[in-house]
């Protein structure tokens, strides 16, 4: 152990530690742009490039960095003191000197990180004001927008996309004064392999990263009194959008989610979990059948759209192996536009499905060409869950003195085993239930199958089903999807069944959540409030779901049927 004193704080920290690091033992806040620590990944974002961490160090004669600097035995540090203020200020008065100055219609307006420091900071004048960049902006996707005059080159997104996700899209363009974080060679976004994962979007501290706003379409659409406009919510924004309203990380605010979107003027507020519980009837069946036919094994989910984007653009050779279901938002939109167009004697036409997500990457989704391309296109307007608080903080909702409702039936509801879709593991487990009680014609008793839950990226659980012995991979973070993959490729994978979501933590860690400052202990609060929400559940198994089976008799047939298959799969392209 070294022995430092902070500010006149004695401590002791173990070899290795940051100084910022042990500046969070003792309390003291010592704020930083570019900083960001991904334990969980082994990970850290530490360029030191903002340089408004600086910190004093007794016998040293220019300030350091603490983002980076280790401390060593005997170390006296000042973080409080004019010196250091004085840099903080600097660094941050150097950065706005070339940064536009629209805040007030910024999309990151109070949730800027640059904005924020400049406040704490007492900056109160703008004193060095000169040239500035002037990029256009890039809106070529459906899922992000990139304003390169607001980069800050902290690097966070680099990061995020280069080392957690290992796509490498994203570096430094230009040098110099010119320079930005981009696409090599500047390159339009849609014309890159972005999955559209948005996890650089949720860790850029300023607006050069955002998701599309489709807000106005869909006030547009509530406006419109010849639209029957339906919404359906994905199961990860229920255990975030309170934090958009003060509440707690993990608050479960299912019932006044569903008041607000009743407020807001929807016709109908189904709910994706019902989608989610008809996937597992698709894929559940689909592996079954892989497994007893000698088809392709393993089978990996397929409900993640940029995981989907992913194996398309990295692992072509792979295409045969996903499972060919849609995902939970895309099937619902499906049979919106189908079965309860004709239940409710509705020209499909007239209706109107907006989708609330986790996710910028269901956004692109919704227009991939292959799922838009006849009558029964799906989705039309997708959300991400800041959008849906932004639409409420318009409307002036008091989201937690609202009363709680139900969803509107029959495609509002759910079982638990859809709930676990947001999380990590969550998409197996449910699969697993289902699974378990049609080979072996025998109730499962015990429905959490702990082996297949958990945060650390890559996992591995069994599960024995009869005689079968399933072997179930789980990836989490697209870098350790790759690995998996690589695997497969390899002819080294001994799984049965993967399951991988692209974002850290699964859904509730999309791109599209309350911002989490890369702070990883708000998604495990998340996790812990969508376990909880399915105990809360009477069924916790797909198939029980007594409203999917009157889709199947009236509608659908059996699970894969001609019928289903035309509604409910997909296919994919290189
Ligand atoms: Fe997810 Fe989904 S679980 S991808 O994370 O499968 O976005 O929440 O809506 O579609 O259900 C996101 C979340 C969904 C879908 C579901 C799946
Ligand atoms: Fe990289 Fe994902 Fe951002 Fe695309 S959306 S640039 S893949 S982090």
Redesign the pocket.
């Known amino acids: 152990m070294l022995n430092i004193k902070i500010n006149d704080l004695d401590l002791q920290v173990s070899e290795g530690t940051t100084i910022l690091e042990a500046t969070k033992q003792v309390n003291i806040k010592i704020p930083t742009l570019c900083h960001l620590n991904l334990h969980e990944f082994g990970i850290v974002n530490q360029t030191a490039s903002c340089r408004v961490c600086m910190v004093e160090v007794e016998g040293r004669p220019a300030l350091v960095p603490s983002c980076s600097e280790l401390c060593t035995d005997g170390m006296v540090i000042r973080t409080d003191n004019i010196r250091s203020i004085t840099a903080r200020r600097m660094a941050v008065e150097l950065l706005l000197s070339n940064h536009p100055y629209d805040c007030l219609v910024c999309p990151k307006n109070l949730e800027c990180d640059l904005q924020a420091l400049a406040s704490d900071l007492g900056i109160r004048e703008i004193r060095y004001n000169g040239e500035k960049m002037n990029y256009a902006k890039d809106t070529s996707s459906f899922s992000l927008v990139k304003d390169p005059n607001k980069c800050v080159m902290c690097r966070r997104c680099e990061t995020m996309c280069n080392e957690v996700q290992t796509c490498g899209i994203l570096s430094a363009v230009n040098r110099g004064f010119d320079v930005f974080v981009g696409p090599a060679f500047n390159l339009d976004m849609v014309d890159t392999s972005c999955t559209y994962c948005g996890q650089c979007v949720a860790v850029c501290p300023t607006a050069a990263l955002t998701e599309v706003n489709n807000t106005d379409k869909v006030w547009d659409m509530l406006n419109d009194p010849k639209k029957h406009v339906v919404v359906q919510v994905?199961?990860?924004?229920r255990v975030a959008i309170g934090e958009l309203f003060d509440m707690p990380a993990g608050t479960i605010s299912t019932g006044k989610m569903v008041s607000s979107l009743r407020g807001l003027g929807f016709d109908a507020i189904f709910d994706?979990?019902f989608?989610?519980d008809l996937?597992i009837m698709e894929e559940a069946s689909e592996l079954i059948h892989r497994i007893q036919n000698g088809g392709r094994l393993p089978m990996l989910t397929s409900?993640?759209p940029a995981w989907v984007k992913f194996f398309e653009h990295q692992f072509p050779d792979l295409l045969d192996i996903p499972s060919t279901c849609k995902?939970?938002?895309?099937m619902l939109g499906a049979i919106v536009k189908s079965y309860y167009a004709e239940k409710m004697n509705m020209d499909p036409e007239d209706i109107v499905v907006v989708s609330v997500?986790?996710?910028l990457a269901?956004k692109a989704e919704a227009a991939r060409p292959e799922l838009t391309k006849d009558e029964n296109n799906n989705v039309d307007i997708v959300i991400t869950t800041r959008e849906l608080g932004l639409m409420l903080k318009e409307a002036a909702v008091d989201y937690a003195g609202l009363p709680e409702s139900d969803f509107d039936s029959i495609l509002g509801e759910s079982t638990g085993a859809?709930v676990i879709?947001?999380t990590t593991g969550g998409?197996i487990e449910a699969a697993v239930r289902t699974a378990y009680e049609w080979i072996t014609n025998e109730t499962l008793e015990k429905v959490d199958f702990e082996q297949l839950r958990g945060f650390e990226g890559i996992r591995e659980g069994h599960v024995q089903i009869g005689d079968l012995n399933l072997r179930i991979g789980i990836a989490h973070g697209l870098g350790n999807a790759r690995k998996l993959l690589e695997e497969i490729q390899a002819g080294t994978s001994h799984f049965d069944a993967i399951e991988i979501?692209a974002c850290p933590g699964?859904?509730i860690g999309?791109g599209g959540q309350p911002y989490h400052h890369g702070d990883m202990e708000i998604i495990k609060k998340r996790q812990a409030a969508i376990y909880q929400e399915d105990r809360n559940k009477v069924l916790r198994k797909s198939h029980e779901n007594p409203y999917i089976k009157k889709l199947y008799d009236e509608f659908l047939g059996k699970p894969n049927s001609h019928k289903a298959h035309e509604l409910l799969h997909t296919h994919y392209v290189p």
Request: aromatic share 4%; with cysteine; net charge neutral.
């Open positions: 994905a199961p990860a924004v994706t979990d989608g989610a996937t409900c993640c995902s939970p938002q895309i997500m986790p996710c269901k859809s879709f947001g998409v979501m699964g859904c999309g």
